[in-house]
């Protein structure tokens, strides 16, 4: 696994140096957007309406809307100072609870914890006191610039961390349109509904639940590719050759720069007869006749 975060833990007087390695990964099939005459990708451009220009990352900075249409800019400095500030690579258990005192819509990302060097003994002994006490830890960590409340529990002998969403974060139930509050039910439909409950209920095993649109997505793409439904894409990434163009604009403005700033040896005959002789070619030129007075030709446009 890829370690994503290396830290310490800390409860009481006990320092637990740690490795965070995400919990769960995305299944989801990845399809992409092609031109349907062509069948290429297509490519999203960072575009200024403003500038109507295409714009690159050393010309975009961060900014936040406090009124519509309204900024305020953060410059790179003084985000970097904020996460230097915050992003404390020592997390300390602040408190113990019970789970279940925890709503699972508080809760966000699963992430495992492996120790870190010299960490084994003290990773033990605090998975042993949690499973002991039925407790779960709450603390907070700063994750990817972002500083997020977490809780520490064990699962099948390691400990994991999860992360849980802060409570101005979750929405507040009263906003949903439409929810009955106090309606008669039917006691006879009660006692069904309850019926069938409890005719469902069973022990909770996640292996039996499987994505079956996924299954069958994968099912449909399979067939396509043995019966050669396949397409080749005909992609020709039009960034490269953007700047293939600016890149041989830049250097022909190049060149000019270059001609018109050129040394003075070259450049004071100018000032003396009309500039049509031999004699007024570039010094350091072939002897060839035919390249000199071409040489010249160019000179003189550049100087007028």
């Known amino acids: 696994m890829h370690t994503m975060w290396k830290g310490s833990i800390s409860f009481g007087l006990v320092n637990i140096p740690i490795k965070l390695y995400s919990a769960t990964e995305d299944k989801d099939v990845k399809l992409r957007n092609l031109h349907k005459e062509c069948n290429t990708p297509i490519q999203y451009e960072k575009t200024c309406p403003n500038c109507e220009k295409d714009v690159g990352n050393e010309d975009i900075v961060k900014g936040y809307e406090y009124v519509k249409g309204k900024f305020v800019i953060l410059s790179d400095e003084e985000l970097k100072e904020l996460k230097d500030e915050h992003e404390d690579k020592s997390v300390e258990i602040i408190d113990f609870v019970k789970l279940e005192e925890i709503d699972p819509i508080y809760f966000s990302r699963s992430y495992f914890m492996g120790p870190g060097e010299n960490g084994s003994k003290a990773y033990a002994l605090l998975r042993e006191a949690l499973q002991t006490s039925g407790k779960i830890g709450i603390a907070e960590i700063t994750i990817r610039s972002k500083q997020q409340m977490a809780i520490i529990r064990v699962y099948k002998n390691s400990l994991v961390m ?5 409570p101005d974060e979750v929405r507040n139930v009263a906003e949903v349109p439409g929810v009955p509050e106090n309606v008669d039910i039917n006691e006879k439909e009660l006692d069904t509904a309850i019926m069938l409950i409890d005719q469902l209920t069973t022990e909770f095993n ?8 996924r299954t069958a997505l994968m099912e449909l793409i ?13 992609e020709a990434p039009r960034s490269n050759v953007v700047d293939l163009m600016s890149a041989l604009q830049a250097s022909i403005e190049r060149t000019k720069s270059k001609e018109t700033a050129s040394p003075k040896k070259a450049a004071t005959p100018k000032g003396n007869a009309k500039p049509k002789t031999k004699q007024e070619a570039p010094t350091g030129t072939d002897k060839g006749t035919s390249v000199k007075p071409k040489a010249r030709t160019t000179r003189k446009k550049v100087g007028t």
């Open 162 to 166: 999860e992360t849980i969403h802060y």
């Open 206 to 213: 996640p292996e039996k639940y499987k994505d079956e649109y």
């Open 222 to 234: 399979e067939s396509k590719v043995n019966n050669n439904e396949g397409t080749t894409s005909k």
